[in-house]
């Protein structure tokens, strides 16, 4: 059933194979919380890639769906499938996943806050088996010269910090793709522009591609280079970062303050008619 | 009041005590580890007494080949054990997972009464000398012996988590399991090696004292001794736990010092930890050095 429904979709001709791509996949969680509906997409390798949406949307889940983090939560995958770098890797182990190359960043940046910077760092590169990583240590310190200072518990970091550790050691992996769940959450305006330029500086210099979900849809497209929105669990709109910035309803629902006049929520209904179901 | 009894029984006690971190430290690990609470970590001594035994005086191993043998047999043993009995455990409520190790501590303790017979078994002398006298005090070549293995396993342990990738994976685990599996980290993995770890380390607390009293199913009362070392440390602290185990161990000879000379009620030294176990339960439940969460507002 999965297999004639991925057929369906139109293939991008002459575009390179997608380093990640989901097809219709569906995730149940509790075996019976259906949370992704058929939800399909496409990251190219090097790039930067927003998935945007509301809360609930199933932008979390979808990461998770990806780094296999999801069977922890007793959510699973029940249909379609996720192909990294031409194989399939849904229903695989989460660190098989991270040997893979995925790294997640979890929401909430997730340090082990009993450990100090430094051993968080090391933790990061724990799927590595080269001799390399001394070397990563002290490029990821060149990127964060702050966390050298820091020789404390990381749970009394600074939010910031905790984010840029929470980056750095996502580095400390090597990995080919890294997901990044809410970079910005509760960091004020001045650091979220700091993290989003480290985001894409890693992009560059490094060549990490990057699913980026967040809330904030305006820092979010000023880095990527294409974006998905989702609602309810599947992918109402998808283009790159122009067309996005310049379509009147994601001007008016997820950038705030499109229009001339206040539009109240009936015209919602419009919204849903424009959208392009995947 | 006979100052050189009370030294000898505070040495004795620091000696004892330090056998008690070691094993306290153990639990501490399956503990931090995997949350679980190890009803059965005495049988782990007893265990390791009766196989480096059988060992020894089936084969006549050397006694050092005989303990690294028994080392193997436990890595596996614990390995096994957390693969066959506890991993499909995981998930299941904590009084599931209790019960199953009480069932696991009665099952081993009569298996070994089966296999071995009930009657405690002397290992065959392993030191020439039985006692040394330092600075006045008699004591036991093997206290000595255990004395120095239990500092190597606490310097161990400390180089463990501090240094090591696995121990610090093992942190990450008893973190955040969620964490440590995106971490890269295989949570399964963490757990068996935790259970092998602890059994290793203790049945060496098994066999020291096996040489001193003899191997019997006695040896599985350091399971329940070991509570209140843990519980005075704060369940998730090793070096809580290792501190509790001195503690204990001290507070014990010196309530038999207290009692041979004084009261002369009998046997206080057997119920003195678990009286301490009762007031900090009520004074401190976190013990000296269990963590709460880092709340950073």
Redesign the interface.
């Known amino acids: 059933m999965s297999q004639v429904m991925t057929l369906e979709r139109p293939i991008p001709d002459a575009a390179p194979a997608p380093l990640l791509s989901l097809r219709n996949v569906e995730v149940v969680y509790d075996d019976v919380i259906l949370v992704l509906r058929g939800l399909s997409l496409d990251v190219p390798a090097g790039s930067i890639t927003a998935l945007l949406g509301a809360n609930g949307a199933g932008k979390s889940t979808t990461l998770k769906a990806i780094s296999g983090l999801l069977r922890s939560e007793d959510g699973e995958v029940t249909r379609g499938e996720i192909v990294f770098d031409g194989a399939r890797i849904d229903g695989i182990e989460p660190d098989r996943i991270v040997r893979r190359g995925i790294f997640q960043v979890m929401e909430g940046r997730r340090i082990v806050a009993d450990m100090t910077p430094m051993e968080n760092l090391r933790l990061g590169a724990f799927s590595r088996r080269d001799r390399e990583i001394g070397q990563d240590l002290e490029r990821v310190l060149t990127y964060f010269p702050r966390l050298k200072e820091r020789t404390g518990a990381a749970g009394y970091l600074s939010g910031g910090e905790q984010q840029m550790l929470a980056i750095g050691r996502a580095l400390m992996a090597r990995p080919r793709l890294i997901l990044m769940d809410e970079p910005s959450m509760g960091l004020s305006p001045l650091l979220v522009k700091e993290v989003f330029a480290i985001i894409r500086q890693i992009n560059r210099d490094l060549g990490v591609t990057i699913l980026l979900v967040e809330q904030n849809a305006r820092a979010a497209l000023s880095v990527a280079d294409r974006g998905y929105i989702m609602e309810q669990g599947k992918v109402v709109l998808d283009g790159t970062v122009e067309e996005l910035r310049t379509n009147e309803d994601v001007k008016e629902f997820y950038l705030g303050g499109a229009g001339d006049q206040r539009k109240s929520f009936r015209n919602l209904k419009s919204f849903k008619r424009r959208k392009r179901w995947i | 009041m006979n100052t050189h009894l009370l030294l000898q029984l505070v040495v004795n006690g620091l000696i004892v005590g330090a056998l008690y971190g070691v094993v306290a430290m153990s639990f501490v690990l399956i503990y931090k580890a995997s949350q679980v609470v190890n009803f059965a970590q005495g049988e782990f001594l007893l265990i390791g007494a009766w196989v480096c035994w059988w060992l020894l005086t089936t084969y006549q191993l050397p006694f050092l080949v005989g303990m690294l043998v028994t080392f193997a047999f436990m890595l596996v043993f614990g390995i096994a054990l957390q693969v066959v009995v506890l991993r499909p455990l995981i998930g299941e409520p904590i009084i599931s997972v209790i019960m199953v190790t009480i069932g696991l501590s009665i099952f081993f303790q009569a298996l070994c009464k089966w296999l071995f017979g009930v009657f405690a078994q002397p290992f065959p002398p392993i030191f020439s000398t039985q006692a040394v006298s330092i600075l006045g005090l008699e004591i036991q070549t093997v206290y000595l012996m255990s004395l120095g293995i239990s500092v190597a396993m606490m310097a161990g342990f400390a180089w463990f988590f501090r240094y090591s990738?696995h121990g610090?994976?093992m942190?990450?685990t008893a973190?955040?399991?969620?964490?440590a599996?995106?971490?890269?980290?295989?949570v399964r993995n963490v757990f068996a090696l935790a259970w092998a770890i602890s059994a290793v380390v203790s049945s060496v607390a098994g066999i020291v004292v096996g040489i001193v009293n003899g191997v019997s199913s006695a040896l599985s009362l350091y399971g329940i001794k070991v509570f209140p070392a843990v519980i005075l440390g704060g369940l998730d602290s090793v070096v809580g736990a290792v501190i509790g185990g001195l503690v204990i161990g001290v507070l014990e000879n010196v309530a038999q010092y207290v009692d041979g000379q004084y009261l002369h009620w009998g046997n206080l030294y057997e119920i003195v930890p678990f009286y301490v176990l009762v007031v900090i339960l009520m004074i401190k439940p976190y013990g000296l050095f269990g963590?709460r969460?880092?709340e950073?507002v």
């Open positions: 990738k610090l994976a942190r990450a973190f955040n399991q969620q964490v599996q995106s971490l890269g980290i295989s963590t969460d880092i950073r």
